[in-house]
């Protein structure tokens, strides 16, 4: 396993337009995590699955953005008629709850930059 | 609400020499903290995890402690080099069944050759 990975990269849009990004979390990983961070600050929280469930969403998760985990393993999160005030690193991360795992840590992947133009 | 202070916000130090950064929590109900590392661009790197009960880990020329009377973390890192270049960023769990990480701003680290 390749740790996690998130796709794109990088993504510029129009102002208006909508957005998909992608995450793969490490496979035994049964948590999954977005995070959202803006330059100079720390990632704060957006939305955990565990397995398929949606389980949180943070006040910072308006009603233009969704998040889905069909089968318990992919998510996407999705920003529709995206805002300037949307362009950010959005971060996946995933962790396992396992008995007996050996690291409850979290793992976070490459990120998604996301400018709004 | 849990926060999280870092200090100091940078850091400039010439290679070789040993550093400490602080982290510090409003509220000293931390479960586990994990110091992370993040490159100019880039996702966040683990460094080290403390779990609940433990009090410090060690990887290499890294050790971070916890001292949760005061909610307080330190991550301590030797001989410094210039790749330690890079944003440090401290989080902690607040409780057993929690699952969301809350961050500091981090300290930004440059190493001077």
């Known amino acids: 396993d390749t740790g996690v990975s998130q796709d794109p990269r990088h993504k510029i849009t129009k102002r208006g337009q909508n957005v998909t990004f992608r995450c793969d979390p490490i496979?035994?990983?049964?948590?999954l995590y977005w995070y959202r961070q803006t330059l100079g600050q720390g990632p704060e929280f957006l939305t955990y699955f565990q397995n398929e469930a949606q389980l949180e969403k943070s006040r910072l998760l308006s009603d233009r953005f969704s998040a889905e985990r069909p089968k318990g393993s992919f998510s996407t999160l999705e920003i529709q008629r995206t805002e300037q005030g949307d362009s950010a690193m959005y971060l996946c991360a995933s962790s396992s709850t396992a008995v007996g795992a050996a690291d409850y840590g979290y793992t976070f992947g490459s990120g998604t930059r996301l400018t709004v133009v | 609400k849990q926060e999280v202070t870092q200090i100091p916000a940078a850091l400039s130090v010439p290679e070789g020499e040993n550093l400490v950064l602080n982290c510090s929590f409003t509220?000293?109900?931390?479960?586990?903290l994990q110091w992370f590392r993040q490159d100019p661009g880039k996702g966040l790197t683990s460094l080290l995890l403390i779990q609940s009960s433990q009090r410090e880990q060690t990887s290499g020329r890294l050790n971070a402690s916890l001292d949760k009377s005061s909610g307080r973390s330190t991550l301590y890192i030797a001989a410094s080099q210039p790749g330690d270049s890079a944003t440090y960023l401290c989080?902690?769990?607040?409780?057993?069944?929690?699952?969301?990480?809350?961050f500091g701003k981090g300290t930004k680290l440059s190493v001077i050759p």
């Open positions: 509220d000293s109900a931390i479960y586990n």
């Open positions: 989080a902690g769990i607040r409780g057993a069944g929690s699952y969301q990480l809350t």
């Open positions: 496979s035994e990983h049964n948590r």
